[in-house]
Each structure stands twice: as C-alpha cells, then as structure tokens.
C-alpha cells in the first residue's frame, strides 16, 4: 500500500510541458510607494473614500521617474501612479557612482541639498529623497532635506533637482567651449 502511494506522488512531481506557454517577462523597473494618502467625502448615502499614492520607479541604472495616481481604490491608485511614473522618466547624468555637481532645489516648502561623495560613501539620505536617489542608481551621495517634510513635496524637490543636473560636456557646449 506504502509502494502504490509512493508511486502516485512520484509520477504527480513530473510537470507536462505546455506547448503555448508564454515567456516570463523580467522587468527592468522597480517602484516604490512612497505615500498614499485619502479623504474622505461625506454624501447623503454615507462616506465615499479616495486615495492618492506617490510611486516612484527607477532601473538603478540611471533612469527615475516618479507618479501620482488617484482612485477610489488604494490599488488602483498605485497602478495609476506607476503608469504615469513609467511615463515620465529622466535619465540622470552621473559621475561614477555619484552625481556630477551639487545642486539646491525647492519645490512648495521642502528645499533639498544634494552633494556628490566619495567612493563608499552610500547614500546618505531620508525619507522620500533616499527612495528617488536609490531608484535612479546613484550609491555615493549626501543629501539633507529642509523646510516642509511633506513626502510628496520633498520627492518633487528632489526629482527637480535631479533634473537640474549637467554633465561637464553640457555645460561646456553651451559657453562654446570644446572639452579639455
């Protein structure tokens, strides 16, 4: 009795092999949900909620972008927001493992300083600053948040000032200038 059911998980663990089965697509981005927020509207029939959720995307190799998606379900909210991040992506320009130059940028009340680092340096950043800064492939960075620190407003500030940046072969063409 022991041999037959031996026999029945033996032939259950060989899987068939399907003719039409579709490649597993590897994607390239990975999001991160750096705040959801809600309200809550009060009507005759009750409450009605709606969400709002910021999303930021990135390869790790340079390229970020950042959503914000609206809905009346959490869920859709997120995928609403990593659609438009997906959307708009800014390649950021770097220097090895660190960005090129240091840069200040406000967005609403939140001001943040972005630095270059040394090698080994890590990322040296919080809250919604480290999300963008990680996403985008930049490991050596010192960065410090000021003002408000409302995530939504920090991540924009953030995302500004990293489209802020220019290489040295960009700021040399535009004095006319060739590179040294």
């Known amino acids: 009795m022991a041999e037959q059911h031996k026999k029945k998980i033996e032939n259950t663990e060989e899987t068939p092999v399907v003719a039409n089965a579709k490649p597993e697509v590897v994607d390239e981005f990975e999001d991160r949900l750096v705040s959801v927020k809600f309200c ?4 005759k ?3 009605n909620r709606s969400y709002g959720a910021l999303v930021v995307v990135g390869d790790k190799n340079g390229r970020v972008g950042i959503g914000y998606g609206k809905a009346n379900e959490n869920a ?7 659609e438009q991040a997906r959307k708009h992506l800014y390649k950021v320009p770097m220097h090895g493992s660190t960005i090129t130059h240091r840069v ?3 967005f609403g ?3 943040v300083m972005i630095r270059p680092a040394s090698e080994g340096t890590g990322v040296i950043a919080g ?13 050596d960075v010192l960065a410090k ?5 409302n ?14 940046l220019r290489t040295r072969e960009q700021i040399l063409a535009k004095r006319d200038r060739t590179v040294l």
Do not use: C, W
């Open 151 to 164: 995530p939504e407003n920090v991540v924009k500030a953030t995302f500004n000032a990293l489209k802020s």
């Open 40 to 43: 809550t509207k009060v009507v």
């Open 76 to 82: 859709d909210a997120i995928r609403k927001g990593t």
């Open 104 to 106: 200040e940028k406000s």
């Open 145 to 149: 948040s000021m003002g408000a620190k």
């Open 127 to 139: 809250g919604g600053m480290r999300h963008v800064l990680e996403l985008a492939g930049i490991k």
């Open 109 to 111: 009340g939140a001001r």
């Open 45 to 47: 029939g009750g409450k």
